[in-house]
């Protein structure tokens, strides 16, 4: 099967600008996650989709950060305007419905905001 | 809240040893535990998942075993490789703030020197 696949794979923006990611889950998994790696820090849980719906997004940092799910489908995550603090590496991960699955995690996208 | 820590933060070991990289986390209420791998520039590559009611997994030469009344988990490489170098985490899923998630550690940086 197809894995978690996200792109774009890099990203360098000026800051104040907008970019979007994009994360085509394995088809079939309900849920759908992002997660973010800043420099030195742990990765961290951005929010959760299940389908179209938005789980929890306890983890978004602030309101500049906007995640959707098409049908329940792929996602994107847009940051608007983008600061500094932002760069950093977003994973995406997917997993079947039900708490014993394990997660399947893309490539991730390297932003970077300068 | 949940807190997952990792040591030690490198490790290097020559070619052949046999090591053994540390996971423990604060809160045993969990899911399942998921150890992972990360190559320079690359996504997360799982490697072993160990539900909560499972003392160990095995794959190949990797070991992963649980004991999550003490909060502890241990992944065991035998007869290690210099392709063994990557950065190891280890990620719990537990059930907080609405929805079921992962929490990482910082990782355990690996070098196999040949």
């Known amino acids: 099967e197809a894995g978690v696949t996200q792109f774009p794979s890099h990203s360098v923006i000026e800051k104040g600008q907008t970019v979007t990611l994009r994360c085509d889950p394995i088809?079939?998994?309900?849920?759908l996650y992002w997660y973010r790696r800043v420099m030195g820090k742990e990765i961290k849980f951005l929010l959760h989709?299940?389908?179209?719906?938005?789980?929890?997004e306890s983890g978004m940092p602030n309101n500049r950060f906007l995640a959707e799910r098409t049908g329940g489908t792929y996602s994107t995550l847009k940051v608007q305007p983008a600061e500094l603090e932002d760069s950093g590496v977003y994973f995406c991960a997917s997993s079947q419905a039900g708490s014993s699955y394990g997660y399947t995690f893309g490539s991730g996208t390297r932003l970077t905001v300068v | 809240k949940q807190e997952v820590t990792q040591i030690p933060a490198a490790l290097s070991v020559p070619e052949g040893e046999n090591l053994v990289l540390n996971c423990s986390f604060t809160d045993s209420a969990i899911y399942n535990l998921q150890w992972f791998r990360q190559d320079p520039g690359k996504g997360l590559t799982s490697l072993l998942l160990?539900?909560?009611?499972?003392r160990e997994q095995t794959s190949g030469r990797l070991n992963a075993s649980l004991d999550k009344s003490s909060g502890r988990s241990t992944l065991y490489i035998a007869a290690s490789q210099p392709g063994d170098s990557a950065t190891y985490l280890c990620a719990v899923k537990g059930f907080r703030g609405g929805s079921e998630k992962l929490v990482f550690g910082k990782g355990t940086k690996l070098t196999v020197n040949p």
């Open positions: 088809s079939g998994h309900d849920n």
């Open positions: 160990i539900q909560s009611s499972q």
């Open positions: 989709f299940v389908k179209e719906s938005k789980q929890d």
